[in-house]
T-cell receptor, first 115, second 116 residues
Framework: NAGVTQTPKFQVLKTGQSMTLQCAQDMNHNSMYWYRQDPGMGLRLIYYSASEGTTDKGEVPNGYNVSRLNKREFSLRLESAAPSQTSVYFC??????????????FGPGTRLTVL | GNSVTQMEGPVTLSEEAFLTINCTYTATGYPSLFWYVQYPGEGLQLLLKATKADDKGSNKGFEATYRKETTSFHLEKGSVQVSDSAVYFCALSDLYGGTSYGKLTFGQGTILTVHP
């Protein structure tokens, strides 16, 4: 049981390049999330997927797109990377039980630098 | 909208000292409250949670009580260890009608360093 896995662990891009961050979970969770972590700002939600087949914008969606490929996988794409997207990106997942929030399980993160 | 405010850090303590990290929140309705911990180079792990007013969450010697009257969820530990050195995040999750999507709003994090 690996929990939440993310690839790659580290990435360096040049401005304008594109890339996709991969995330997978093996806990049969319905909901998945992408966050970015910047110094002094905590974690901010980029996009989330409440269930397979649905995605919604979070707090900071500009410059990103997502795909919920199936129940296990939720990818984050940067179409044209900018230096402002230098950050640590975390994927998370949680189960859903109606009316009650559940624990989110986090992956180890991807450290992205855009030059 | 929802927001979480944590005490400014970093916090530096000697081993066996008492720890308090303050957390206050703004939210509509009845949020659930969480403390997450991030050890160096790792992702976040849930430390404890409380889902209704006056609930006390506890784990690994850490405690926090959901105080609705003061909109607070302060983290405490009676005797810290070097291994407690980490970044601590307070967070809240709101409910939407009868279904929660579990979205979390985080505070900015507090860096704790414990010296031997």
């Amino acid at each position: 049981n690996a929990g939440v896995t993310q690839t790659p662990k580290f990435q360096v891009l040049k401005t304008g390049q594109s890339m996709t961050l991969q995330c997978a979970q093996d806990m049969n969770h319905n909901s998945m999330y992408w966050y970015r972590q910047d110094p002094g700002m905590g974690l901010r939600l980029i996009y989330y997927s409440a269930s397979e087949g649905t995605t919604d914008k979070g707090e900071v969606p500009n410059g990103y797109n997502v795909s919920r490929l199936n129940k296990r996988e939720f990818s984050l794409r940067l179409e044209s990377a900018a230096p402002s997207q230098t950050s640590v990106y975390f994927c998370a997942s949680s189960a859903i039980s109606g009316g009650a929030p559940n624990e989110q399980f986090f992956g180890p993160g991807t450290r992205l630098t855009v030059l | 909208g929802n927001s979480v405010t944590q005490m400014e850090g970093p916090v530096t303590l000697s081993e066996e000292a008492f720890l308090t990290i303050n957390c206050t929140y703004t939210a509509t309705g009845y949020p659930s409250l969480f403390w997450y911990v991030q050890y160096p180079g790792e992702g976040l792990q849930l430390l404890l949670k409380a889902t209704k007013a006056d609930d006390k969450g506890s784990n690994k010697g850490f405690e926090a009580t959901y105080r609705k009257e003061t909109t607070s969820f302060h983290l405490e530990k009676g005797s810290v260890q070097v291994s407690d050195s980490a970044v601590y995040f307070c967070a809240l999750s709101d409910l939407y009608g009868g279904t929660s999507y579990g979205k979390l709003t985080f505070g900015q994090g507090t860096i704790l360093t414990v010296h031997p």
